[in-house]
C-alpha cells in the first residue's frame, strides 16, 4: 500500500509536466481546430538551444531555461507561419501533414548541429531527496509539480482574467462570430501559438533537466506524451489537459513499479487504446462535441 | 454616410448582387427588402467583409473599405447582427458584450499590454446600461447559450451596440418572433435612432419595415427595382409585381 501511494505521488509529479504538454497542445487545438504535431520537435529544438549555450558559455541554469523556452516560442512561431497561418484556408489535414515534414526538418537540423545524439543537460539542482514519513520525495520532481501548478493558475488568470483570454476564448467558441465582433483571428492564434509554446519550453526545461540529458528524440517523446494526455482528457479542454496528464503520470508510474520500466510505454498506449474505445471523447471531451453540436446547428 | 457603387457579386455563374448602388445617410433607418434570393444578405456580407467584392466599391464616410476584413469594418463603425443566431453560447450574457467592446478599446488605448492584458474590473460594469436596453439585466450571469429564442435575439443586438457603432447592419433581426416582440423591437429601433444611429435594416416582416424605416430600397435578382419612402413602395407596380408575381391590377 505505501509503494502504491508512493508511485500516486511519483506519477503526479511526473504527469505535471505532461500536463504541461497537454496544455499546450489543446491551446492550440481549441484555437484552431488543428494538431500541431511538430509542437514536441520545437520544444526539442528549444532545448537544444539551452544545450547549446551551457556547452558554449557554462551558463546557469536561469539562463538555460530562459533560452530553452525562448527557442521553443521562435520555433514555435516558424511553424504557426509555415503549416498554419500559410495555409490557413486549406483543409485541416494539410496543416497536420506539414506539421509532420516540418517535425522532420527540425530533427535532420538538430542531427547536422548536434552529430554526437545524445548531450548532458545541467540539472536545475542536486539535492538529497527529502523524507516525508514512510515516503520520499526528488527535490527536482517537488519543484516540477510547483512549476507546473503556478504556471497553470497563471494561465488561467490569463484566459479568464484578460482582455486576450477573454478573445481566445470566444475564438475557440465561435471563430465567425469573433471575427464580425472585431477580433482579428490571425493575431490571437499568433499569441496562443506563442504562449503554447512557452508553456512547452517551461514543461521541456523541466523534463530534460530532471533527465540531465537530451536527445533529438526528446520531440517525438514530447509530442506522444503531450498528445495521449490531450486525448485522455479531451481535445480542446484544459482541465482535461491536466487531468489527462496526471493520469497518464500515475499510470506510468504504477506500471514502472510493478511491472518493470520496459511496460511503461506499452501501459501507456493500452490505457489510450482503452479510452478510445470506451470514451473517445476523453474525461472532459462531452464539453467540445456539445459546442461542435450547438456550431452545426447554427449553419 | 454608406455608399454602395455598382456593387457586384457573382458565385460562379449566379450574380447574386449585380451593379447596385445605395446611399444610406446619417441618422436614418433605411430599409433593404426583396423576395428570397434577392442579395440582400448577400449585400450585408459584402459591406461587412465577408466575402471579396466581384466589383464595385463601398465607401463608409468617405472612406473606401471595399476589401476591408470583417474586424477593419467593426474598427470603422459599423457592427451587424446575423440572420442565423451567432453567439458565444459558453461565455456568460455580459461576456459577449465584454468581448465587443473590446474591439473599442483597440482603437482608444496605445500600449500593447494594456490592449492584450488589462483586466476585467471594470468592463462588467459598463455593460450595464446595454443590459439594461436590451431586458437582460437580470440574466447578465447567465450563459448566453441558455437564454430563449427571443432574449439570444435581444443580446446579439446589444452585442453588437456594445462595439459602439456608428452604423448597425441588422440581417432579418425579427426573423421568428411573435408580434408583440416585433412590437418591442419597433420601439428599440426607434429609440436607437433618437440616439442618432444609423441603421440598415434588412427584414422581410413588412409591419416592421414599414412602420420603422425612412426610406426604403427593393431588391429582386440582386438589382435595385425600386427606392423611395415607405409609402411610395407599397404603392409600387414593380415591387407588387416582384413579390405577388403579378402586375397587380387584378386587385385594384
Known amino acids: 500500500m505505501v509503494d502504491f ?39 526539442m529544438l528549444g532545448a537544444f538551444v539551452g544545450t547549446l549555450i551551457f556547452l558554449e558559455f557554462r551558463a546557469g541554469s536561469l539562463a538555460i531555461a530562459a533560452a530553452t523556452v525562448l527557442g521553443a516560442v521562435l520555433v514555435g512561431i516558424y511553424v504557426e507561419r509555415l503549416c498554419f497561418w500559410a495555409i490557413r484556408r486549406g483543409a485541416a489535414v ?17 542531427t547536422v548541429v548536434f552529430p554526437d545524439r545524445t548531450y548532458p543537460f545541467p540539472p536545475l539542482m542536486e539535492a538529497e531527496p527529502i523524507d516525508f514519513g514512510p515516503f520520499f520525495f526528488k527535490v527536482e520532481n517537488l519543484v516540477m509539480f510547483a512549476c507546473a501548478a503556478a504556471l497553470t493558475v497563471a494561465l488561467h488568470l490569463t484566459l479568464y482574467r484578460t482582455r486576450f483570454g477573454l478573445r481566445l476564448r470566444a475564438v475557440s467558441e465561435n471563430p465567425d462570430a469573433a471575427r464580425y465582433m472585431g ?64 493520469l497518464l503520470g500515475v499510470v506510468e508510474a504504477q506500471s514502472i513499479w510493478y511491472l518493470g520500466t520496459e511496460y511503461r510505454d506499452l501501459c501507456a498506449y493500452a490505457l489510450l487504446f482503452l479510452f478510445l474505445v470506451f470514451r473517445p471523447g476523453g474525461l472532459f471531451g462531452h464539453a467540445l462535441a456539445e459546442r461542435e453540436r450547438l456550431a452545426l446547428r447554427r449553419v | 454616410m454608406l455608399e454602395l457603387k455598382s456593387l457586384s457579386k457573382h458565385f460562379g455563374g449566379v450574380r447574386a448582387v449585380d451593379g447596385l448602388g445605395l446611399e444610406v445617410r446619417e441618422g436614418e433607418i433605411f430599409g433593404l427588402i426583396g423576395p428570397n434570393g434577392s442579395g440582400k ?86 455593460t450595464g446600461a446595454l443590459l439594461e436596453f436590451a431586458g437582460l439585466a437580470a440574466k447578465a450571469d447567465d450563459l448566453a447559450g441558455n ?94 409585381e416582384a413579390y405577388l408575381g403579378t402586375s397587380g391590377q387584378g386587385d385594384a
Open chain 1, 5 to 43: 501511494i508512493q508511485n500516486c505521488f511519483d506519477g503526479v509529479m511526473l504527469g505535471s509536466s505532461y500536463a504541461l504538454l497537454a496544455i499546450g497542445f489543446t491551446l492550440i487545438f481549441g484555437v484552431m481546430r488543428r494538431l500541431n504535431l511538430s509542437y514536441g520537435p520545437s520544444i
Open chain 1, 94 to 110: 494539410a496543416s497536420m501533414v506539414s506539421s509532420f515534414a516540418i517535425w522532420m526538418q527540425l530533427e535532420e537540423l538538430v
Open chain 1, 183 to 246: 477580433i482579428n483571428i490571425a493575431a490571437v492564434t499568433f499569441f496562443a501559438f506563442a504562449l503554447a509554446s512557452a508553456i512547452g519550453g517551461v514543461a521541456g526545461y523541466l523534463i530534460v533537466s530532471a533527465d540531465a540529458q537530451i536527445t533529438p528524440l526528446f520531440g517525438l517523446w514530447a509530442t506522444f506524451k503531450g498528445l495521449i494526455a490531450m486525448m485522455l482528457g479531451g481535445m480542446g479542454s484544459i482541465p482535461g489537459a491536466i487531468l489527462g496528464g496526471l
Open chain 2, 41 to 126: 444578405s448577400t449585400t450585408v456580407n459584402l459591406i461587412c467583409g465577408v466575402f471579396p467584392v466581384t466589383a464595385g466599391e463601398i465607401r463608409f464616410e468617405g472612406r473606401d473599405i471595399t476589401h476591408a476584413q470583417p474586424h477593419v469594418c467593426l474598427a470603422a463603425g459599423i457592427a451587424r447582427t446575423f440572420q442565423n443566431i451567432r453567439l458565444f453560447g459558453h461565455l456568460s450574457v455580459w461576456q459577449n458584450l465584454w468581448v465587443a467592446q473590446n474591439a473599442l478599446a483597440d482603437r482608444k488605448s496605445a500600449g500593447f499590454v494594456k490592449r492584450w492584458f488589462s483586466g476585467s474590473a471594470r468592463a462588467r460594469d459598463e
Open chain 2, 147 to 240: 437564454l430563449s429564442f427571443g432574449e439570444q435575439r435581444r443580446l446579439e443586438l446589444a452585442r453588437a451596440l456594445a462595439a459602439k457603432p456608428k452604423m448597425l447592419l441588422l440581417d432579418e433581426p425579427a426573423a421568428g418572433m411573435n408580434m408583440e416582440e416585433v412590437g418591442q423591437l419597433r420601439e428599440r429601433l426607434g429609440a436607437l435612432r433618437e440616439d442618432g444611429k444609423t441603421i440598415l435594416l434588412v427584414e422581410h416582416v413588412m409591419e416592421l419595415v414599414m412602420g420603422v424605416t425612412d426610406r426604403i430600397a427593393v431588391l429582386n435578382f440582386g438589382q435595385k427595382i425600386a427606392e423611395g419612402t415607405p409609402d411610395e413602395i407599397q404603392n409600387d407596380p414593380l415591387v407588387r
